[in-house]
Structure formats: C-alpha cells, structure tokens
C-alpha cells in the first residue's frame, strides 16, 4: 500500500476567489475525492493549509503582527481540519483528526505513534495546526509529516499545473516542467512551494509530485504515470 502525504491547500475550499472561509460544498466534494483515493487503496495523511481565512504573509495589510497572524492562520488549518475531518466520517471513511497545537478536548494532539496506529486500524488522518510554529507553513508541516512516517510521496494539490520556469499567472508563456531536481527547484527559488519543504524533502529523500487539484481522483494512475504536473526528486 503506498504511503502518500497530501498537502491540500486552503483556497480548495474556499467559498470564492475573493471571500474568506470555506464552503461545505467544497469540504463534501473534498471528503468524497479522497474517499475515491482511500477505497482505491492508499494509505492517507492529510494537511490542510489555513490560506482561505488569512496567511501570515498579509500581516503588514492587516496590521496586525506576524506572529498573531500566524497563530490565526494555525488555527485556521484546524477549523478546516475539524469540516473536513466530520465530512469523511459522514462519507463513510474511518477518519481522525490530530492537532499539533493544543485545542482543548475536541481535537487530540499529534504524535507519530498515534498516526501510526491509526493507519494500522486503516484510517484517513488529517493533521491540523501546521508545525506549530509560528513564521512556518503548512508545506513544510507536511514534509515533516513524510518524512516521520516514511512516505512514498509527499503530493502538494495546487491551483496550478505543476512547476514553472516562471509564475505562469504573470506569463502566459512559462514552461511547465515534467520533472525538477530539488537542487534546481532551490537554486531558482520557484515559489510554488516553501523552499524550506523542499530542503527538508531533498534532506530524506522524500520525493515530491506538485499536480493541480483538479486531477486529485487520477492519482490512483498518475502516482506511477507521472503524465501530468511535476515531480521533484
Ligand atoms: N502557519 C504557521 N505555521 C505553520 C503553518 C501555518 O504560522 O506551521 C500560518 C501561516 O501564517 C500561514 C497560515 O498559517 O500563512 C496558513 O497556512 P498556509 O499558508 O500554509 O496555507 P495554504 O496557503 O496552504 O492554504
């Protein structure tokens, strides 16, 4: 059974490009995209980002300060952990929610062994809280999350096809690329994902797949085809 950390970003849920918060629509049609995943026989580790309340990043425009911002946004990934977690269990996939932050007795802290012993009883489990750090963020709270538990892959779900030459929003004509080494993915410091992920990948040999989340159900063939979006090794 292959082992895979999904790192699902926070705008998956979101209500609409402009608004904050998540819609259930959204969390339901998540659930059953990786209900399709569990049943197709993958071992499954979820982090959830905290980008559709806020991100640390837009500290300065709120003016508040970066490490309550960050804390926010800490939080944020729990309350999209707690819908998402709830939503897996009404779709029938045995689930369960840790949290690298205390939150009071609705939501267990994390710990390796607990994750583990849950993927034995066959379990979805989504952690929340990021890495508990403030000026970190989700990205690197599932690198760390792969290499604790070995995984095959570390899968970043993204809004766009994969890795560019260039930001493909601002340039219609960046080249996607196939496949990036880590080294050149640092070197060029391509923004799609936190260097400090991919220096901890590239550190344990955890390789990474960015695809973007309109694909998510192919990964049952993706995984070995590598047709679309990028991997980095
Ligand atoms: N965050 C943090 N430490 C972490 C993870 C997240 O401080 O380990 C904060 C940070 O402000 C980040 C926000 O939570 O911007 C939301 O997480 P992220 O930006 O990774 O979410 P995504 O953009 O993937 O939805």
Same mark, same amino acid.
């Given at each position: 059974m292959k082992k895979i950390v999904l790192k699902i970003s926070g705008e998956s849920l /979101?209500?609409?490009?402009?608004?904050s918060g998540f819609s259930i629509e959204n969390v339901y049609k998540v659930a059953s995209d990786l209900k399709y995943l569990y049943n197709f026989g993958f071992l499954l580790l979820i982090v959830l980002g905290g980008g559709n309340f806020l991100r640390g990043a837009q500290h300065k425009e709120y003016n508040i300060s970066r490490l309550s911002v960050d804390s926010m946004g800490m939080i944020a990934t729990i309350i999209n952990s707690l819908a998402l977690c709830d939503a897996l269990k009404k779709e029938g996939v045995p689930s369960v929610l840790y949290s690298t932050? /205390?939150?009071?007795?609705f939501c267990e802290e994390y710990s390796v062994e607990k994750a583990e012993n849950a993927f034995k009883d066959r379990n979805i489990v989504i952690v929340g809280g990021?890495?508990?750090?403030?000026?970190?963020s989700t990205d690197t709270s599932a690198a760390i999350r792969a290499i604790e538990h070995g995984a095959d892959w570390l899968i970043k779900l993204t809004k766009v096809d994969g890795v560019y030459n260039e930001d493909p929003v601002a340039n219609s004509r960046a080249i996607l690329y196939n496949e990036i080494s880590y080294d050149e993915f640092l070197i060029k410091k391509i923004n799609v994902m936190d260097l400090s992920a991919v220096t901890l990948c590239r550190d344990f040999l955890i390789p990474i797949y960015v695809l973007n989340m309109k694909h998510i159900r192919k990964l049952s063939y993706l995984i070995d085809e590598r047709s679309e979006g990028t991997v980095i090794y």
């Open positions: /979101q209500k609409d490009t402009q608004g932050i /205390q939150v009071g007795n990021g890495t508990g750090i403030p000026y970190f």
